[in-house]
């Protein structure tokens, strides 16, 4: 698995998430088939996030990584608050699964979640002839 694939990470600035939490929600979206909608590089990753805020959801701009990793994010301060924008004691940011963990939630579930809400916007956005 590891090092035959292109880095998908958008690196810390756009990530605010574990890279164990990130992992996952990767591995998640590879699993859902989406991996090719994924953006390649950070810069990329964030044009798309950009645009996609501005002008909505869209077939270029459509990135099911971050996309889901927004959803996740937007549950994490729906729960838990907007302390989660701010960082702890240690000057870290704050990573919304391993906060929702401390809670009581089960970060699989936030994930699997996330991914099955990408896989329906694929298939809004006619993205679903790339998913099996
Ligand atoms: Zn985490």
Request: aromatic share 6%.
């Amino acid at each position: 698995m590891a090092g035959t694939k292109p880095d998908n990470h958008p690196g810390s600035k756009t990530v605010k998430m574990c890279m164990p939490h990130w992992e996952d929600l990767k591995k998640t979206i590879e699993d859902r088939g989406l991996m090719g909608l994924v953006a390649s590089d950070g810069k990329t990753a964030v044009e798309n996030l950009v645009s996609e805020l501005q002008e909505g959801s869209n077939p270029q701009n459509y990135d099911p990584l971050m996309a889901a990793m927004l959803a996740i994010w937007a549950n994490a301060l729906k729960y838990g608050g907007l302390y989660l924008m701010s960082q702890d004691d240690q000057g870290n940011d704050y990573c919304p699964l391993c906060e929702a963990q401390k809670h009581g939630i089960e970060a699989a579930e936030w994930i699997a979640l996330a991914a099955d809400g990408q896989v329906e916007m694929a298939r809004g956005l006619k993205l679903a002839p790339k998913i099996q």
